[in-house]
C-alpha cells in the first residue's frame, strides 16, 4: 500500500509562491506528479517527474511551476511562482509504478485571491 501525504498549501494572494511537498512510501517510483481540480472542472495533470529527473508540464502552469524529487528521501515538491487565481484547486500528489495502478494523496487547497 502507497501512502502520499501532501503538505504547503494554503491562501495566497496573486502574484505570490507557495512550494507544496509529498512524501511517498513504497520505494522508488516511475514517475511522480501532481495533479489539480478545479470546482466543476475535470482533474488535470499540470507535472510529472520521472526516476531519472525528467520533467514534463502542462501548458497551462508551464514556466511558472516546477517540479523537483528527491529519491533518496522518496519526497516530489513543486513550486508555485507568479499564482493566478484561476490556479485556485486541490492539488493531488500521485505515484505511477512501472506496472499497476497510480496511486494518489487526499489533495491539499491551493487559493489564490485577486
Known amino acids: 500500500q502507497v501512502h502520499l501525504e501532501e503538505s504547503g498549501g494554503g491562501l495566497v494572494q496573486a502574484g505570490g509562491s507557495l512550494t507544496l511537498s509529498c512524501a511517498a512510501s513504497?520505494?522508488?517510483?516511475?514517475?511522480m506528479n501532481w495533479s489539480r481540480q478545479a470546482p466543476g472542472k475535470q482533474r488535470e495533470l499540470i507535472a510529472t517527474?520521472?526516476?531519472?529527473?525528467?520533467?514534463t508540464y502542462a501548458d497551462s502552469i508551464k514556466g511558472r511551476f516546477t517540479i523537483s524529487r528527491d529519491i533518496a528521501k522518496n519526497t516530489v515538491a513543486l513550486r508555485m511562482d507568479n499564482l493566478k487565481p484561476d490556479d485556485t484547486a486541490v492539488y493531488y500528489c500521485?505515484?505511477?509504478?512501472?506496472?499497476?495502478?497510480?496511486?494518489w494523496g487526499q489533495g491539499i487547497q491551493v487559493t489564490v485571491s485577486s
Open positions: 517527474i520521472t526516476r531519472n529527473l525528467t520533467t
Open positions: 513504497g520505494g522508488i517510483h516511475k514517475t
Open positions: 500521485s505515484a505511477t509504478p512501472i506496472f499497476g495502478a497510480t496511486s
